[in-house]
Nanobody, 124 residues
Framework: QVQLVESGGGAVQAGGSLRLSCVGT????????VGWFRQRPGKEREGVAT????????IYADSVKGRFTISQDNAKNTVYLQMDSLNPEDAAVYYC?????????????????WGQGTQVTVSS
């Protein structure tokens, strides 16, 4: 079965950086769109970035463009989210998720399989 495990969360000061990792097992890595999402306290979950490993095509939410970078390592079945210039509004639980195929591989699409999440804390 599909399993996703996130890691890399932690506490940083504003302006700092973190790199999150999402390791996927139980499916063919290149055939699934991978997304990073976050849920801030009291807010709905929102899409941050997506990537389709089959092509490397990536899409970002406006709130993170220019600061976050999503990338992949096909050999490790891993998708990364490099987060730079973090600010307190980025503090959230970050989740990775997958959906089959490259069509509709966007942060607003519906994803089927989810990881357990990793906490990111940003202090001012």
């Amino acid at each position: 079965q599909v399993q996703l495990v996130e890691s890399g969360g932690g506490a940083v000061q504003a302006g700092g950086s973190l790199r999150l990792s999402c390791v996927g097992t139980g499916y063919t890595f290149n055939n699934y769109c991978v997304g990073w999402f976050r849920q801030r306290p009291g807010k709905e979950r929102e899409g941050v970035a997506t990537i389709y490993p089959g092509s490397g095509s990536a899409i970002y939410a406006d709130s993170v463009k220019g600061r976050f970078t999503i990338s992949q390592d096909n050999a490790k079945n891993t998708v990364y989210l490099q987060m730079d210039s973090l600010n307190p509004e980025d503090a959230a639980v970050y989740y990775c998720a997958v959906r089959y195929g490259g069509r509709l591989c966007t942060p607003t699409s519906t994803f089927v399989h989810w990881g357990q999440g990793t906490q990111v804390t940003v202090s001012s």
